[in-house]
């Protein structure tokens, strides 16, 4: 691009954001029995709106949009010139320092760059590994001389770079990897080696074509003594010629299956050298004579401090996957309400596919769920950004962001994966076309699931800090204090495991579907069965573990082993009522009365669905009756009903355009081919020469025939 065009195009992208909002004011009169649409939408975009309506302008741009059926030798080119186009724009410059260019606004840059999924996937997650990965390294991990030395070029994409910590041999398990980085004193340089195949560097971004540099993480070793994985910026071509230089080899990933515009690669280190000062050495450094010194004495505490440094890449995915899902969504559900299929009701009009039960049961529970997700998602995004802002930045908050990225980037990517799948299937035929975009955008966010660490290693994280808290109630506790709660617990576990509360549940229900039904969509009756969940299953698996710690290291693994599975599932559960929290926080920002009564819905929606999905749960550990959990379905059927002529102001609120949707089926095609075929048979009925249907002249020569016999 010259710098006309790139002037030319920042300024098509200001009006246009200018013109987005123009249209928002300028909507026509609502129905005050519907939703506010506008100010729902403004909810949504939150406190980066303005950042969020920018990457959105971007990301409708024809240069920005994935072309189908391309090689993966084209799809990388396309991607590379994409990130070029960002560049220009002055896109990818918030994060970093003012001194540099940058805003240092963390949360408008996390939210601008999860917007450009609806481009392209790969165009995004590319963007992510050289700027939220390569770059946020060299500026977390690195000293204010490492930044100015490589911040300016790898900003201006004159340094593309790569993120190599994932090995073929480990890859959630960072602080086992085998890359060693090993001092040498008589040339003051540190050796890079790679010393079997296991510790190839694997599934590296930029590794196969682009990359010019590389952060190593690596074993550092100085003085005979390990001190664990650090950072290094190493080399790894040559920039005119585009090849390894000495020591350096590599391998491309070739075709994936998806995300292809991202040139994944191996890379792999014989004896390399690289000068000392390559140790990015915020966290831990080594003079001339070898001497490792670290601000953090405690070799635990400065891995999980340096690796919780990068933790933007789980809370960019986390956003990146609302966004995907709200894109299907925005798809499926207006489709539905247009698309027709057999004559329920009428015997000369289809039903519109939304109007089934099944189909709303299919749908809006997603829908519900996408909401929770995008509100906890900008909560943690506001956490994120007063961690790294430093407004709020102790080890207590860091400590909080990473166990809250880990909970919601697992749940947010597997909805994700979810909602694709069922809009896909919801949408037939039609569904499955390309063009629609379903299948190619959950083959780009496949991955999600197992990168920037797999959701299940991630949920065993949130389950372990989880039972540090719980440790944490009982720590200085007295015997006396601790046989009350134990009294407590197993009096509480009398009660429902004997089935006496179901009883007096019973009781208070006095049969009557409706009051329990009542009883259920209280905030306060969801808040306490999602609590309790938790609270039971953590204090079970605690208990269970509270010895496991005195044993022999085997021993303990074992115990640990054998409950590893109600651990997961009671980080799954925390994660839940994370996002169930943050939409009833939602609620409460929104001003307009009937947008809050229909969004209270749609919370209720989420929460008794996670009570549904969970049932056997609750009944089994005696916290719902039987007569109760049967409302349970009855009443989300209800929720149903009264959402069903909502939901296309739902989805709109999401604010995305055909240019972000891009799916035929979407663009109201459909409804144009329903009113062409209503129209051609009213006009065959009222012409009189519409074919007579055999069955009733069946009919008729039955009711003859009667006649005739009498």
Same mark, same amino acid.
């Given at each position: 691009? &010259?710098?006309?065009?790139?002037?030319?195009? $920042?300024?098509?992208?200001?009006?246009?954001?200018?013109?987005?909002?123009?249209?928002?004011?300028?909507?026509?009169?609502?129905?005050?029995?519907?939703?506010?649409?506008?100010?729902?939408?403004?909810?949504?975009?939150?406190?980066?709106?303005?950042?969020?309506?920018?990457?959105?302008?971007?990301?409708?741009?024809?240069?920005?949009?994935?072309?189908?059926?391309?090689?993966?030798?084209? %799809?990388?080119?396309?991607?590379?010139?994409?990130?070029?186009?960002?560049?220009?724009?002055?896109?990818?410059?918030?994060?970093?320092?003012?001194?540099?260019?940058?805003?240092?606004?963390?949360?408008?840059?996390?939210? /601008?760059?999860?917007?450009?999924?609806?481009?392209?996937?790969?165009?995004?997650?590319?963007?992510?590994?050289?700027?939220?990965?390569?770059?946020?390294?060299?500026?977390?991990?690195?000293?204010?001389?490492? %930044?100015?030395?490589?911040?300016?070029?790898?900003?201006?994409?004159?340094?593309? /770079?790569?993120?190599?910590?994932? *090995?073929?041999?480990?890859?959630?398990?960072?602080?086992?990897?085998? &890359?060693?980085?090993?001092?040498?004193?008589?040339?003051?340089?540190?050796?890079?080696?790679?010393?079997?195949?296991?510790?190839?560097?694997?599934?590296?971004?930029?590794?196969?074509?682009?990359?010019?540099?590389?952060?190593?993480?690596? %074993?550092?070793?100085?003085?005979?003594?390990?001190?664990?994985?650090?950072?290094?910026?190493?080399?790894?071509?040559?920039?005119?010629?585009?090849?390894?230089?000495?020591?350096?080899?590599?391998?491309?990933?070739?075709?994936?299956?998806?995300?292809?515009?991202?040139?994944?690669?191996?890379?792999?280190?014989?004896?390399?050298?690289?000068?000392?000062?390559?140790?990015?050495?915020?966290?831990?450094?080594?003079?001339?004579?070898?001497?490792?010194?670290?601000?953090?004495?405690?070799?635990?505490?400065?891995?999980?401090?340096?690796?919780?440094?990068?933790?933007?890449?789980?809370?960019? $995915?986390?956003?990146?996957?609302?966004?995907?899902?709200?894109?299907?969504?925005?798809?499926?559900?207006?489709?539905?309400?247009?698309?027709?299929?057999?004559?329920?009701?009428?015997?000369?009009?289809?039903?519109?596919?939304?109007?089934?039960?099944?189909?709303?049961?299919?749908?809006?529970?997603?829908?519900?769920?996408?909401?929770?997700?995008?509100?906890?998602?900008?909560?943690?995004?506001?956490?994120?950004?007063?961690?790294?802002?430093?407004?709020?930045?102790?080890?207590?908050?860091?400590?909080?962001? *990473?166990?809250?990225?880990?909970? $919601?980037?697992?749940?947010? &990517?597997?909805?994700?994966?979810?909602?694709?799948?069922?809009?896909?299937?919801?949408?037939?035929?039609?569904?499955?076309?390309?063009?629609?975009?379903?299948?190619?955008?959950?083959?780009?966010?496949?991955?999600?699931?197992?990168?920037?660490?797999?959701?299940?290693?991630?949920?065993?994280?949130?389950?372990?800090?989880?039972?540090?808290?719980?440790?944490?109630?009982?720590?200085?506790?007295?015997?006396?204090?601790?046989?009350?709660?134990?009294?407590?617990?197993?009096?509480?576990?009398?009660?429902?495991?004997?089935?006496?509360?179901?009883?007096?549940?019973?009781?208070?229900?006095?049969?009557?579907v409706q009051r329990s039904a009542q009883a259920l969509k209280e905030t306060e009756t969801q808040r306490a069965l999602l609590t309790d969940r938790v609270q039971s299953m953590v204090g079970e698996v605690g208990g269970a573990l509270k010895d496991a710690a005195k044993l022999p290291r085997s021993e303990g693994a074992k115990i640990f082993n054998q409950h590893q599975?109600?651990?997961?599932?009671?980080?799954?559960?925390?994660?839940?009522?994370?996002?169930?929290?943050?939409?009833?926080?939602?609620?409460?920002?929104?001003?307009?009365?009937?947008?809050?009564?229909?969004?209270?819905?749609?919370?209720?929606?989420?929460?008794?669905?996670?009570?549904?999905?969970?049932?056997?749960?609750?009944?089994?550990?005696?916290?719902?009756?039987?007569?109760?959990?049967?409302?349970?379905?009855?009443?989300?059927?209800?929720?149903?009903?009264?959402?069903?002529?909502?939901?296309?102001?739902?989805?709109?609120?999401?604010?995305?355009?055909?240019?972000?949707?891009?799916?035929?089926?979407?663009?109201?095609?459909?409804?144009?081919? %329903?009113?062409?075929?209503?129209?051609?048979?009213?006009?065959?009925?009222?012409?009189?020469?519409?074919?007579?249907?055999?069955?009733?002249?069946?009919?008729?020569?039955?009711?003859?025939?009667?006649?005739?016999?009498?």
């Open positions: 691009m &010259t710098e006309t065009a790139n002037t030319e195009l $920042l300024d098509q992208l200001e009006a246009a954001v200018e013109a987005a909002k123009e249209t928002e004011k300028n909507r026509p009169e609502r129905d005050p029995e519907h939703i506010h649409i506008a100010a729902l939408s403004e909810l949504l975009l939150g406190r980066w709106a303005e950042a969020r309506r920018m990457a959105r302008v971007a990301a409708a741009h024809p240069d920005a949009h994935k072309v189908e059926g391309l090689t993966h030798h084209e %799809q990388r080119e396309r991607t590379f010139h994409t990130l070029k186009m960002m560049v220009d724009l002055k896109a990818v410059h918030r994060a970093f320092p003012k001194r540099l260019g940058g805003q240092e606004d963390h949360g408008a840059n996390v939210a /601008g760059f999860a917007e450009l999924v609806t481009a392209d996937p790969s165009v995004q997650i590319k963007a992510g590994v050289q700027w939220g990965l390569f770059g946020a390294a060299v500026m977390h991990l690195g000293s204010q001389e490492h %930044q100015d030395k490589w911040l300016p070029g790898i900003m201006s994409l004159e340094i593309p /770079g790569c993120f190599a910590m994932t *090995e073929t041999g480990h890859g959630s398990d960072v602080a086992s990897i085998g &890359t060693t980085a090993t001092y040498d004193l008589d040339t003051d340089e540190f050796v890079i080696h790679t010393p079997f195949r296991a510790a190839w560097k694997d599934y590296i971004g930029n590794a196969a074509v682009d990359g010019l540099a590389a952060v190593v993480f690596a %074993q550092l070793i100085t003085h005979g003594v390990n001190h664990g994985v650090h950072a290094f910026y190493v080399p790894l071509r040559d920039p005119l010629t585009k090849e390894f230089l000495e020591g350096i080899g590599g391998e491309d990933d070739g075709i994936k299956g998806g995300l292809n515009g991202i040139d994944n690669g191996r890379l792999h280190f014989n004896q390399v050298r690289i000068p000392r000062t390559n140790l990015l050495n915020r966290y831990g450094d080594v003079d001339a004579e070898g001497n490792y010194t670290s601000p953090i004495s405690s070799p635990g505490r400065r891995f999980f401090t340096m690796i919780g440094t990068l933790v933007q890449g789980r809370v960019s $995915l986390d956003g990146a996957a609302v966004a995907a899902s709200k894109l299907a969504l925005q798809i499926a559900i207006p489709y539905a309400a247009q698309r027709r299929q057999f004559n329920a009701t009428s015997d000369i009009e289809e039903e519109v596919l939304l109007d089934y039960q099944r189909h709303q049961r299919r749908l809006l529970p997603l829908l519900a769920t996408t909401y929770a997700a995008s509100f906890a998602h900008e909560e943690l995004l506001e956490k994120f950004d007063g961690v790294f802002s430093g407004e709020h930045d102790t080890d207590e908050d860091r400590e909080d962001l *990473e166990t809250l990225a880990a909970a $919601l980037k697992s749940l947010s &990517t597997w909805h994700a994966l979810d909602t694709l799948q069922e809009c896909r299937e919801a949408c037939g035929g039609a569904g499955f076309l390309i063009e629609n975009r379903f299948t190619s955008l959950r083959a780009d966010l496949d991955i999600y699931a197992t990168f920037e660490g797999d959701n299940t290693i991630l949920l065993q994280l949130v389950a372990k800090r989880l039972l540090t808290d719980y440790a944490k109630e009982f720590r200085n506790l007295d015997f006396g204090v601790l046989a009350r709660y134990a009294a407590g617990q197993a009096t509480d576990l009398a009660l429902n495991k004997s089935g006496l509360r179901q009883v007096a549940q019973f009781v208070a229900d006095t049969g009557f599975n109600e651990l997961v599932e009671a980080a799954r559960a925390q994660a839940e009522l994370l996002q169930w929290e943050a939409f009833t926080r939602g609620l409460e920002r929104i001003e307009d009365a009937k947008t809050r009564e229909i969004m209270t819905w749609l919370r209720d929606l989420f929460g008794l669905g996670l009570i549904e999905k969970h049932l056997a749960w609750y009944l089994m550990n005696g916290r719902l009756s039987m007569q109760r959990a049967r409302t349970v379905g009855e009443y989300i059927n209800r929720l149903l009903s009264r959402l069903r002529p909502h939901a296309l102001d739902l989805v709109e609120a999401f604010g995305y355009t055909q240019d972000h949707l891009r799916a035929p089926i979407s663009s109201g095609a459909e409804q144009e081919r %329903q009113d062409e075929a209503a129209d051609y048979y009213r006009r065959l009925r009222a012409s009189g020469d519409a074919p007579v249907d055999e069955k009733i002249v069946l009919m008729r020569q039955k009711q003859e025939a009667k006649r005739n016999s009498r």
